[in-house]
């Protein structure tokens, strides 16, 4: 369901007789007053369903991308969010392994299933981020990954002989992982995000929260915002794509109070009270990662996984990807990008 | 911590001549003088430094903190700041000094954040160089540096490049004593992970950290070697007392459990604090006959004097 929007918004620039179409998400329109008086059941809504099994056939792409210093969890969070080994921690990374001297982006692909529900997710490390005693400007390998994958796509989309389905490699999503310091965000923190906001969905996560007391997390997360807002980072869910005041209004109780989620992660069990749940042992007790009085990690799995997940593929298509590939029109004359390119210039570890 | 005094037992005895009184007269003397000593801490932002230091010495030194945001840090170098407290304890007076290290680390290009530090320590052993040369040696104030606690991040997988680089640059000119900061975020096992991995990256590096003497024949060996086998100790402070079976004790309050500061089997905190009182006088030592005697035979050669 790609096509759609896109093609609207053209029509409307080029003709100003045409009143511009009203700019919706492809799903079903609620019922409106005026059509209340259809006689019998016309069966629209099955389009639900229709849709819903087509999903289920064909799978879904999402592409997730985690950065952040070394240390920081990223990659145990990843794999206690999927419920599975899908980090590069999994695939035959040693522990041991020394930081890269400049930021590499390693990006990983696993196929997990559902509920009849196939999902090729990726996830896209950046190891040697903010490890250096220099990261001036460590954000620029991230930044020319997020645009190769905009590039990629743009180029299959200006195709003559289109493919059906392109293949999305767009980062939608990308957790950045602030330090638990309880002070404030670091320099570093902000540089990222001003400069990768404008690219990509990002999600502010706190991470290894359990150093913190509760009174603390509240402190540090009321700062954290305060600093975002005060700096102009619009973080995902971003106030100037809220749909409708339903939107805006859940969308501000997250970005007011939920976010940034201060998050713990662990890919071990333990048994508390009968039951096996994910957790950190500790001599002083035992930190439950999906206990919500602990910490908010399901929070932020039900956010990006189970509410959000369309909303953030949408995002990045309508709104990121839109950007860039005006950008690219504009710089070219208004015409397509030409198709002849060497392949040096999709460089990326795949 | 209290030296006991140590009874003579042949003081009648013939033959006595009484020089075996002498350290208690020195005691004496020392106790009635006071002790200076000068700690310094470095590490980055939010590692809880400030706090553990309260915890040290259970006092507060930063009463009007100020913390600044990031965008402020943007714009921030390294700081040199020095509070001066004075603590008494059973007829003993200590006058410590800590030196704190504010910007260190914080910013995106930290290249350059170990100058100031080291201008610092060498500026201190610069005076004390000067004043030692000088006529009036009566009332020479010892500002050096005698012991620096180096704070290393326990969200990393080991050493950082920038405590490498700091440890190395560093080593020849104060007494490191590197800590793991907020060691209630590592489970035990990660704790020692943690900690071999640090040992292993310092003797790679070749880097010197303050080393413990050897035991005194009245000093408990075997505490010596647990203290030693501990190193580097991962600690936790805080400033709020929390009520235990009973007891207030110093600690902090989570949702799954208390940890308590002074409880060995949650912490390093005990061993870091004995350490420290009890080793303050080598640590003096080390810092003169050592890291100050480097500093002046390079000088003077410098110098030609």
Known sequence: PHAGPVESKNEATMSELVPEPRQKPVVPMKPMGINASLLGYIGIDTIIEQMRKKTMKTGFDFNIMVVGQSGLGKSTLVNTLFKSQVSRKSSGWNREEKIPKTVEIKAIGHVIEEGGVKMKLTVIDTPGFGDQINNENCWEPIEKYINEQYEKFLKEEVNIARKKRIPDTRVHCCLYFISPTGHSLRPLDLEFMKHLSKVVNIIPVIAKADTMTLEEKTEFKQRVRKELEVNGIEFYPQKEFDEDLEDKTENDKIRQESMPFAVVGSDKEYQVNGKRVLGRKTPWGIIEVENLSHCEFALLRDFVIRTHLQDLKEVTHNIHYETYRAKRLNDNGGLPPMTVETEENHESNL | ?305
């Open chain 2, 1 to 305: 911590y209290i030296q006991p005094l140590f009874f003579c037992q042949f003081s009648d005895s013939a033959g006595y001549v009484g020089f075996a009184n002498l350290p208690n007269q020195v005691h004496r003397k020392s106790v009635k003088k006071g002790f200076e000593f000068t700690l310094m801490v470095v590490g980055e932002s939010g590692l809880g430094k400030s706090t553990l230091i309260n915890s040290l010495f259970l006092t507060d030194l930063y009463p009007e903190r100020y913390i600044p945001g990031a965008a402020e840090k943007i714009e921030r170098t390294v700081q040199i700041e020095a509070s001066t407290v004075e603590i008494e304890e059973r007829g003993v007076k200590l006058r410590l000094t800590v030196v704190d290290t504010p910007g260190y680390g914080d910013a995106i290009n930290s290249q350059d954040c170990f100058k100031t530090i080291i201008h610092y320590i060498d500026n201190q052993f610069e005076r004390y160089l000067h004043d030692e040369s000088g006529l009036n040696r009566r009332h020479i104030v010892d500002n050096r540096v005698h012991c620096c606690f180096y704070f290393i991040s326990p969200f990393g997988h080991g050493l950082k490049p920038l405590d490498v680089e700091f440890m190395k640059a560093l080593h020849g000119k104060v007494n490191i004593v590197p800590v793991i900061a907020k060691a209630d975020t590592l489970t035990l096992k990660e704790r020692e992970r943690l900690k071999r991995r640090v040992l292993d990256e310092i003797s790679e590096h070749g880097i010197r950290i303050y080393q413990l003497p050897d035991a005194d024949s009245d000093e408990d060996e075997e505490f010596k070697e647990q203290t030693r086998a501990s190193i580097p100790f991962a600690v936790i402070g805080s400033n709020q007392l929390i009520e235990v079976k009973g007891k207030k004790i110093r600690g902090r309050l989570y949702p799954w459990g208390v940890v308590e500061v002074e409880n060995p089997e949650h912490n390093d905190f005990l061993k870091l604090r004995t350490m420290l009182v009890t080793h303050m006088q080598d640590l003096q030592e080390v810092t003169q006959d050592l890291h100050y005697e480097n500093f002046r035979s390079e000088r003077l050669k410098r110098t030609g004097k």
